[in-house]
């Protein structure tokens, strides 16, 4: 009996991995190459070169190749981290304490996937603002903003999938039924807007911090100092530089991203074990 729950938890482990990975790269693969425009103008509006030297509305599939190689993996890795602690923990955890569960997970995808998302975001914001670089991006430039970003997106999951995991809770008990994808996708995009909206000053310095000069030292690109430069020279108003492509970009990107997540998942759900994951 022993062996058999082993053998069964085993199967499931490996089912849930497989699905994330199947499912977090073709969402990520998909959404990065439909809004990539969007991204284009919002990393051009944050720039500190400037929107028109930057580029304007010229070239904004500028930067879209090492999107295209990076996106699968680094969706992958953020889904299998998220679901996989989110399998191994929430057995054991009382359902008041799952919302900390959940914040736990999206702590440990965003920091994870964050080794393949910053050198592949320092590559393409620095394609789409048009900055040439003579020389190949040395290990550290690449990685310049790992930092900043971590800062970045872990607020930014912190509020969404706690918030995301909330809003389907509420949706599923309004409804007495599980989530349908397009369900899913709906407070998904509720709480990427949220989460967008309060997270714009950290892209902005973000942004500033993978454009600046490759011969900027250690103190010119903390996300600190960027915050305290851009409120000096441009007030609010240029801390929420990119509010609206941002928060608009997101907010659908997030439907259609996590859309395709529920419903890839809940294929290879039904694939692998003949019923949905909720079935269970």
């Known amino acids: 009996m022993m062996l058999h729950m082993e053998a069964k938890r085993s199967t499931d482990a490996k089912n849930v991995f497989l699905a994330a990975l199947i499912s977090g790269a073709s969402a990520g693969v998909v959404c990065d190459l439909l809004f990539f425009p969007l991204d284009t103008l919002k990393t051009r509006l944050q720039s500190q070169h400037g929107f028109v030297q930057s580029g304007g509305f010229k070239h904004i599939y500028q930067g879209i190749g090492p999107v295209m190689i990076g996106s699968a993996p680094a969706a992958s890795l953020f889904f299998v981290t998220y679901d996989g602690v989110k399998f191994l923990l929430q057995p054991h955890v009382p359902d008041q304490y799952r919302s900390i569960i959940h914040m736990g997970a999206a702590s440990c995808a965003e920091t994870v996937a964050c080794l393949i998302r910053v050198p592949v975001e320092v590559v393409k914001q620095r394609k789409q603002a048009l900055l040439y670089d003579k020389e190949k991006l040395k290990l550290r430039t690449l990685f310049r903003g790992y930092g900043s970003t971590v800062l970045r997106d872990l607020p930014f999951g912190l509020l969404q999938m706690p918030l995301w995991e909330y809003f389907k809770l509420c949706w599923t008990r309004k409804k007495r039924r599980d989530c349908t994808p397009v ?4 407070c998904a995009a509720a709480s990427v807007a949220i989460s967008a909206a309060l997270t714009t000053p950290l892209d902005v310095a973000k942004t500033r911090i993978m454009l600046s000069s490759t011969s900027a030292d250690k103190k010119e690109v903390r996300i600190s100092i960027m915050l305290k430069e851009v409120y000096r020279d441009f007030g609010l108003r240029g801390l929420f530089a990119g509010f609206v492509p941002r928060v608009v970009g997101f907010t659908i990107g997030g439907f259609m991203y996590f859309g ?11 694939k692998f074990n003949g019923h949905t994951q909720n079935e269970e």
């Open 260 to 270: 395709v997540y529920e419903q890839v998942r809940q294929f290879c759900y039904i």
């Open 183 to 186: 369900e899913g996708a709906t």
